[in-house]
């Protein structure tokens, strides 16, 4: 097949892809070159950078697969690409083990004030009681989305000392024997802290937590999203952020657009980081590797 790969992968994988006779034309440093390549290319490998368009795929008249390396495909215009009949696949294992110990790393940061005692530090002050925070031990986490993410979340959790709670909509019995499935209600008027780990397309699902599930939950949470903005309404989370009601939230997932932007520097209770959840050298590599299989896989069909 001819191969158009869009964002760089391992070089040693791309040797591999060659090694089964597919043709390769990397345009990862030069997008520029793209026009040149579609009209014949079978087979398009994007990563998080790059968006496959109605346009683009028009201009791919031999275009059988896309491969998106990581886990959401909401870059791709999926629905227009199978009513041509052309397949879209991802490699959602990639990238669990770096988002989970991220999902803690943000959990200890926005409990401990990490970053907020770190900047005034560096800035002069010198007055840890104002920074006190709270341990995880013995709190109680509530994991909404229990998929791979999530379970690998609850994992170190439990490792932590925490009581972990959970809910899907897709399970009907936990599969963790450790972990108990609530209703979202529940698990709101319970938990210390929650995490999102559930699947959400923004142009189509409304948000999951609004005004009146604040309401329920304790005073004092702390919340975590690193899976999808607009999950949370963000007008809903301001109000709540000015009444007090939230110790913290740590955010992976802002838009450009969000209206959390204007407020990110004046609020300590807020930590918002570059979309950088699954930015490891171990999951970029697992993302080739896990490209590669499906090629391979492809040519066995």
């Known amino acids: 097949m001819n191969i158009l790969i869009y964002e760089q992968i391992t070089p040693s994988i791309i ?41 683009i795929i028009d201009k791919a008249k031999k275009l059988k697969y896309i491969i998106k390396g990581g886990v959401g495909i909401d870059q791709i215009d999926a629905d227009y690409a199978h009513n041509l009949g052309i397949h879209v696949l991802n490699t959602p294992d990639a990238p669990i083990i770096s988002v989970a110990e991220y999902v803690f790393g943000l959990m200890i940061s926005i409990t401990r004030n990490i970053p907020q005692s770190d900047y005034a530090f560096k800035n002069g002050e010198r007055n840890p009681d104002k920074y006190n925070g709270y341990e995880l031990y013995g709190k109680t986490l509530g ?42 209600n529940q ?48 007008v809903a989370l301001i109000q709540a952020l000015n ?12 838009g450009f657009d969000s209206s959390l932007i204007p407020i990110l520097k004046d609020n300590p209770r807020i930590i918002s980081t570059p979309n950088i959840a699954s930015k490891t050298f171990e999951t970029d590599y697992r993302i080739s590797e896990h490209i590669f299989t499906i090629i391979r896989g492809l040519e066995q069909k």
């Open 15 to 55: 040797d591999k892809i060659k090694s089964l006779g597919h043709t390769i034309y990397d345009i990862s440093e030069d997008k520029t070159k793209e026009d040149q390549f579609l009209p014949f290319c079978e087979l398009i490998i994007i990563k998080s950078n790059t968006y496959i368009t109605k346009e």
């Open 143 to 184: 994991v909404v989305g229990f998929g791979r993410i999530g379970r690998e979340v609850a994992k170190r959790a439990l490792a932590f000392g925490m009581n972990v709670i959970a809910c899907d909509k897709y399970l009907s019995m936990s599969p963790m024997p450790t972990v108990k499935l609530y209703t979202l």
């Open 187 to 234: 698990l709101l008027s319970e938990s210390d802290i929650i995490t999102f780990h559930l699947t959400f397309d923004p142009k189509k699902d409304k948000p999951i937590i609004d005004l009146e599930h604040f309401e329920m939950m304790k005073d004092n949470v702390f919340l975590i999203n690193c899976a999808k903005n607009g999950i949370i309404n963000e």
């Open 243 to 254: 009444k007090g009601k939230i110790g913290g939230i740590a955010i992976d997932v802002l």
